[in-house]
């Protein structure tokens, strides 16, 4: 549905994008992430034809944005971090003039009602957009990329100032968006984005970082596997049976967690298998495993290797940004 062919973006001697390609199929919901200042939001505003590219092409369902931009552009809903809303207007004058001005031709009344009740804005649809809640700014947001019902729909930031019922809902609506849609979503929320996207493409300093579903990037970038187990037993004659395990890296003992009874970490090679031959020797020697979990890497995790990135944890939502990046 939508294909980025040699993307770049240059602004004088500042290189925003650097020669980025992916494509994008249809009914599927992608995570676009990154820090700020990665290039997210430059990436979508070329898709969506707001502004050009340096070099490179993108197609929305067979239609270039440069040599067919009206057509291409028909196919596109487009939701900006900051949505293009009119305070001195009613939600209802601003969904009929987005209407309007997409020359959409499905039955006004029942299609906008539809799209008003999807985004749960029936309440304010006689109000004034000024005397909404930035919340309720965000819903009409998402509304007006809904009107005219395109296949595509790139959405930057959806849920910044929802509250977190509202967090939950919108994440619910943009999954069942995906059956119908293709939807590109870019997030600082990675458990947001794990939650809802099929695929996942993450980009640093303007360059494409990796490519993949939640799962490949949590196992196939992680290079590494670990173990947290407890066992019963010397302590010194568990961790040097643990460090004899082929392919075992390092063990870390964490101490004794009941009597008798001792944390280990066990860090392994990437493809590595330490359950079965640690639960082999523990057997061998007659020592009872209490617990054993595996550490994969978490998508937190992988992103912070790929982009050096730090976060912060608020109220579970963590959130992401580059130090001293400015948003691109």
Known sequence: MIEVKNLSKRYGENVALNNISFSVGEHTVVGFLGPNGAGKSTTMNIITGYISASSGSVTV?????????????????????????????????????????????LPREKHLKEICTLVRIGSVYGRLIANLSKGYRQRVGLAQALVGNPPALILDEPTVGLDPKQIIEVRNLIKSLGKDHTVLLSSHILPEVQAVADRIIIINRGRLAADGTPYELEHGQAGEQKVVVRLEGAPK??????EGIHG??????????????????????????????????????????????????????????????TYLSDNAQVQLSAKGGDRA
């Open 61 to 105: 369902g067979g239609h270039s944005i440069l040599d067919e931009p009206n057509e291409a552009k028909k196919l596109i809903g487009y939701m900006p971090e900051i949505p293009p809303l009119y305070p001195d207007m009613t939600v209802g004058e601003y969904l009929n003039f987005v209407y309007e001005l997409k020359k959409v031709t």
């Open 248 to 309: 075992v890296t390092h063990v870390r003992n964490f101490g004794e967690k009941e009597p008798g009874v001792w944390e280990y970490e066990v860090d392994g090679r990437g493809g590595a298998e330490l359950r079965r031959p640690l639960f082999g020797i523990a057997a061998k020697r007659g020592w009872p495993i209490l617990g054993m979990t595996g550490s994969e890497l978490s998508l937190e995790d992988v992103f912070l290797r790929l982009t050096g990135s």
């Open 237 to 242: 004659q568990v961790q040097q049976a643990l």
